[in-house]
């Protein structure tokens, strides 16, 4: 029985490091994202650049205006052009959709680990 309690322990040890590690790392020499799982997404100028933006401040919130600014350099905001380049990146993360998560009233936040 001993020898069962240690094997599952091993097990849980692994899963809980494993979960450790980002879902999706930004491949910046091939404008590409890359997943754990060893899948790689071709990212437009604008999804890299975004990407880009939000995994340098993982956790913070980024709001719309400030990605239009930095991202778009656009001094101003009321577009909708970041929702839909969200939408887009989200669609190509299919199952790791979660690594961009949106702060309803503020803005978006790039997740490491899914909660």
């Known amino acids: 029985m001993h020898w069962i309690l240690e094997f599952v322990g091993r097990d849980l040890s692994r899963q809980s490091a ?6 999706v790392e930004l491949d910046v020499s091939h404008r590409q994202l890359a997943t754990r799982d060893g899948g790689r997404l071709n990212l437009t100028k604008l999804e890299f650049e975004l990407m ?3 995994s340098q401040r993982p956790g913070s919130v980024v709001t719309r205006d400030e990605l239009l600014r930095e991202v778009w350099k656009q001094p101003f ?4 052009v970041v929702d839909v380049v969200v939408r ?3 669609r190509k993360l299919d199952g790791n959709a979660w690594v961009i998560s949106t702060v309803t009233g503020h803005g978006y936040q790039f997740n490491l680990t899914q909660s």
């Open 18 to 23: 494993d979960t450790s590690k980002p879902q």
């Open 52 to 54: 880009s933006y939000l």
């Open 77 to 80: 905001g009321g577009s909708n």
């Open 88 to 90: 887009g990146l989200r």
